[in-house]
């Protein structure tokens, strides 16, 4: 990785920002993050109501000028609920995965640059992580810990680790016997300095783009443990738990699931979108190696 | 070949073992133990020892071990802690439903996203091509449980045209097939964008390679050259992905199952984990577990078995 001085990498980002709003599909997505972003920065003054203020005369009615998308069976207003949700999605899917970034970051380290032996545990370890179909992985560590928004933490982590981990181990691998390594450790240079000022710079870029396109997966790892009632606990407005409450009422008021399942394409549709274009962008060698 | 087999067979059989050890030892990890777990808060500590005796809790943790491997090994995956019924028994009652809707899910998917794939390859860059890209992208991001509720409300409830909810009448197989679309649409959608994008990918390489200029070169029809020497090897890495995809194929047939409220694997452990029936839980986990590595290893052995450039570790 070549070091950039300040002016030269401001002018790469700008060119960066100028080519995603040439690209369609690139800008597309850029404004449906930006939407779920802002709707979650500022839920407490864009939304219309209180998410929890029941008021239950007005239980499960249509959507109307007062109520865009209706109320549910306790008369809460639907699109306040889904803007809250926003925050909750956004929360969950940024904390877990830079839980996963940092602990992916330290197992590929020790992989790639630790001893043989402790590789091949810990590869084996990340094959039998892998076995588990996710939503087996996730019921049955719930059953256990109970449902809430650390053991959906804890999943999600459990899971994604293993793939940041195995990018890092090979970026480490492919440099670890690099002339440039070795001519630092005939210096004197410890493990710390070799790992923190070249291989972490040089895994760190793939691993970021990676991450970042799995944020989408993670918020809906989380809606999908909500809607089956085992997520983030109630009255917390979480959009799968609103497609939770909403399921009961299918038949006569689809507003509820409808409030609960659009937020989430938007949200996946965006992220993805806008991942996909900065990939191309930034790293082609990824788009095959995906 | 025979080397390679017996590599990737011991290396399946390691893996399957370390995921059984895992789930054994997380009961470790909690507070409390399965029997008070499933007891709740309110249970006498009686209640707890007899349940933990019925368990086998009350024995020493290495014996444990030895048994648990044991019964697994000769088929026993426990007993259900409510209802004493064999976890085995539960767990085999419930897959065929869950794999029939996998295999419906995927067969479509299969159906209509290889063709598609080979289409965008073959007219790079047409409107087709463009417009197949956007919207395998699309259908890959959405969640499988949203796409089920909206199929659900769309073509169940609002249009009434297929059932909602429940697998049909056993031994009307036209009525079982209704009742399958639905469920099987939602699982299959998002492997539709998958399909088509990598064949679409590895179509591309394929046509690039010199036994396809050959074959152009003495004038042999489009179709042909693409659907006859191409996809041959273009649709390599589809049967690696195939294999890993188990995985999240069972997950959305999981939430397809509750959506629709089919019996399988999925209503089995969902109805476990709200009544924290553990074995029951563990028992479904090991069988899909050895079911996806399996699927893994039989992926790997085919590529293998046909590209002997895998085998030889190149």
């Given at each position: 990785m070549i070091p950039a001085s300040a002016p030269a990498s401001e002018r790469a980002a700008t060119r960066l920002a100028r080519r995603i709003l040439h690209d369609p599909i690139g800008l597309f997505g850029l404004v449906l993050v930006l939407i779920v972003v802002c709707s979650g920065l500022f839920a407490d003054w864009i939304a219309p109501y209180d998410p929890l203020k029941l008021a239950v005369r007005e239980r499960m009615a249509d959507p109307s000028m007062s109520h865009l998308l209706g109320t549910d069976q306790l008369g809460r207003d639907i699109l306040s609920r889904v803007i809250k949700g926003s925050q909750i999605a956004l929360l969950v899917g940024l904390s877990a995965t830079l839980l996963s970034l940092l602990g992916g970051l330290l197992l590929g380290l020790l992989a790639g640059y630790g001893p043989r032996w402790l590789d091949n545990l810990l590869l084996l370890l990340f094959d039998a992580v892998h076995a588990f179909p996710v939503i087996m992985l996730a019921l049955a560590v719930i059953t256990l810990f109970g449902p809430s928004l650390v053991t959906v933490l804890l999943v999600v982590v459990t899971v994604t680790v293993p793939r940041y981990a195995r990018l890092v181990r090979t970026s480490t691998l492919s440099i670890k016997h690099a002339e440039f390594i070795l001519a630092e450790r005939a210096l004197g240079a410890r493990a710390p300095r070799i790992l923190l000022h070249h291989i972490v710079p040089n895994a760190i870029g793939p691993l970021l783009i990676i991450a970042s396109m799995d944020i989408p997966v993670v918020i809906t790892l989380e809606a999908g443990l909500s809607f089956l009632g085992l997520g983030v606990p109630p009255p917390a407005p979480s959009w799968g738990r609103l497609l939770n409450e909403g399921y009961s009422f299918i038949r006569d008021t689809p507003w509820i699931v409808i409030g609960g399942g659009l937020p989430l394409i938007v949200t996946t549709l965006g992220f993805t979108f806008l991942g996909e274009t900065l990939r191309d962008l930034l790293d082609p060698k990824l788009r095959k190696a995906l | 070949m025979l080397y390679y087999t017996i590599q990737r067979v011991g290396l399946a059989l390691l893996i399957c073992i370390v995921a059984m050890t895992a789930m054994f030892s997380l009961v470790y990890v909690i507070p409390g133990d399965p029997a008070s777990i499933a007891l709740g808060p309110r249970a006498t500590p009686e209640m707890r020892q007899a349940l933990a005796a019925r368990m086998g809790l009350d024995r020493p943790v290495p014996i444990q071990i030895v048994n648990f491997f044991g019964n697994v090994l000769s088929g026993d995956l426990g007993?259900?802690?409510?209802?004493?019924?064999?976890?085995?028994?539960?767990?085999?009652?419930?897959?065929?439903?869950?794999?029939?809707?996998?295999?419906?899910?995927?067969?479509?998917?299969?159906?209509?996203?290889?063709?598609?794939?080979?289409?965008?390859?073959?007219?790079?860059?047409?409107?087709?091509?463009?417009?197949?890209?956007?919207?395998?992208?699309?259908?890959?991001?959405?969640?499988?449980?949203?796409?089920?509720?909206?199929?659900?409300?769309?073509?169940?409830?609002?249009?009434?045209?297929?059932?909602?909810?429940?697998?049909?009448?056993?031994?009307?197989?036209?009525?079982?097939?209704?009742?399958?679309?639905?469920?099987?649409?939602?699982?299959?959608?998002?492997?539709?964008?998958?399909?088509?994008?990598?064949?679409?990918?590895?179509?591309?390489?394929?046509?690039?390679?010199?036994?396809?200029?050959?074959?152009?070169?003495?004038?042999?029809?489009?179709?042909?050259?693409?659907?006859?020497?191409?996809?041959?090897?273009?649709?390599?890495?589809?049967?690696?992905?195939?294999?890993?995809?188990?995985?999240?194929?069972?997950?959305?047939?999981?939430?397809?199952?509750?959506?629709?409220?089919?019996?399988?694997?999925?209503?089995?452990?969902?109805?476990?984990?709200?009544?924290?029936?553990?074995?029951?839980?563990?028992?479904?986990?090991?069988?899909?577990?050895?079911?996806?590595?399996?699927?893994?290893?039989?992926?790997?052995?085919?590529?293998?078995?046909?590209?002997?450039?895998?085998?030889?570790?190149?």
């Open positions: - | 007993v259900d802690v409510w209802s004493n019924r064999s976890v085995a028994t539960s767990v085999f009652e419930s897959l065929p439903y869950t794999l029939a809707l996998a295999a419906a899910g995927l067969g479509w998917s299969v159906l209509v996203g290889i063709p598609l794939g080979c289409y965008s390859a073959a007219r790079r860059n047409s409107l087709l091509d463009k417009l197949s890209g956007v919207l395998s992208v699309g259908a890959i991001s959405m969640p499988s449980f949203v796409v089920a509720i909206y199929s659900l409300l769309l073509f169940a409830v609002t249009l009434g045209w297929l059932p909602a909810i429940g697998a049909g009448e056993p031994g009307q197989p036209l009525d079982q097939l209704g009742h399958l679309i639905l469920p099987a649409l939602a699982v299959g959608l998002g492997w539709v964008g998958y399909l088509a994008r990598l064949v679409r990918a590895s179509m591309l390489e394929v046509l690039g390679e010199p036994h396809i200029r050959t074959a152009r070169s003495f004038g042999l029809p489009e179709r042909m050259i693409v659907f006859r020497y191409a996809l041959r090897i273009a649709v390599l890495p589809t049967v690696t992905l195939l294999g890993t995809g188990v995985g999240s194929l069972l997950s959305s047939a999981v939430f397809a199952e509750i959506v629709f409220n089919r019996p399988g694997i999925g209503q089995l452990v969902l109805g476990a984990v709200n009544t924290r029936n553990y074995p029951v839980v563990m028992g479904a986990v090991l069988v899909t577990v050895g079911l996806f590595t399996l699927c893994t290893l039989i992926a790997d052995l085919l590529v293998a078995a046909y590209d002997p450039r895998i085998r030889a570790g190149l």
